[in-house]
């Protein structure tokens, strides 16, 4: 399986910006589609936005559309996950995944996501 890092959490006020980067080792990057999902205090993780192999497919969940942007660089195996506008209910710890099945399009089915990272802390304070 693929190893998954993410970093670039923290503290921002509202309305505030911050950038998530996610990177993967041993395996080929480029054959995993990649997502973000996010798990905020008692409830359950849902799905924010994933990417294709090549970048040329996204998907995003309705309440961050238009505030965040998913996107990635196959040469340095790294995905990111630029975020606008942050709201407090943006808090949560984020997750990236990875995923060999949907490579070709990109997924928002946890169950199409095979490695997971730690996660990373995002806190929106208003």
């Known amino acids: 399986q693929v190893q998954l890092v993410e970093s670039g959490g923290g503290l921002v006020q509202a309305g505030g910006s911050l950038r998530l980067s996610c990177l993967a080792s041993?395996?080929?990057?480029?054959?995993?589609?990649m997502g973000w999902f996010r798990q905020a205090p008692g409830k359950e993780r849902e799905f924010v936005a994933s990417?294709?192999?090549?970048?040329?497919?996204?998907s995003y969940t309705d309440s961050v559309k238009g505030r965040f942007a998913i996107s990635r660089d196959n040469a340095k195996s790294t995905v990111y996950l630029q975020m606008n506008s942050l709201k407090a209910e943006d808090t949560a710890v984020y997750y990236c995944?990875?995923?060999?099945?949907?490579?070709?399009?990109?997924?928002?089915?946890?169950?199409?996501?095979?490695?997971w990272g730690q996660g990373t802390q995002v806190t929106v304070s208003s």
């Open positions: 995944a990875a995923s060999m099945s949907s490579w070709s399009y990109s997924s928002s089915e946890s169950t199409d996501f095979g490695s």
């Open positions: 041993g395996r080929t990057f480029s054959d995993y589609a």
């Open positions: 990417i294709n192999w090549n970048g040329l497919r996204t």
